[in-house]
């Protein structure tokens, strides 16, 4: 689900917010220790956002278990899409891996009519 909120169209400035759920569907408890977002506007250019955790949170999933937050992302585009990946952790024996995001589309809501 996709919003535009805080936007100034004529000035060129969109704010998208989006929630993301992440669900463990191993066998294993993990932690998402990091986040890599790629953030590309429709004129090409890409903005690259790496940090710790998502939202100042580094969650723990057991198996089964969901996260879900809300964040947002500047363009200076109606269009654009993000995707990049999450750095996890197996807690029972630490080691790290890398999770997919898949390609999220943001799309102002005129722009589908």
């Known amino acids: 689900m996709f919003q535009i909120m805080d936007s100034q169209p004529l ?3 969109f704010i998208f917010d989006y929630r ?3 669900e463990n569907l191993g066998n294993d408890t993990v932690q998402l220790l990091s986040r890599h977002w790629c953030i590309w506007d429709s004129c090409c250019n890409v903005q690259e956002v790496k940090g ?3 939202v ?3 969650p ?3 198996p089964g278990d969901k996260y879900q937050y809300m964040s947002c992302c500047p363009l ?5 899409k993000l995707s990049g990946s999450y750095g ?4 029972s024996d ?3 891996f890398d999770v997919s995001i898949p390609a999220l589309n943001l799309i102002v809501p005129f722009k589908l009519n």
């Open 76 to 80: 200076s585009t109606n269009i654009g």
């Open 56 to 58: 100042g949170q580094q």
């Open 60 to 62: 723990i999933l057991k």
């Open 11 to 13: 000035n060129d400035h």
């Open 52 to 54: 710790l955790g998502v």
């Open 94 to 96: 630490g080691h790290e």
């Open 20 to 22: 993301v759920i992440i």
């Open 88 to 91: 996890m952790m197996r807690i």
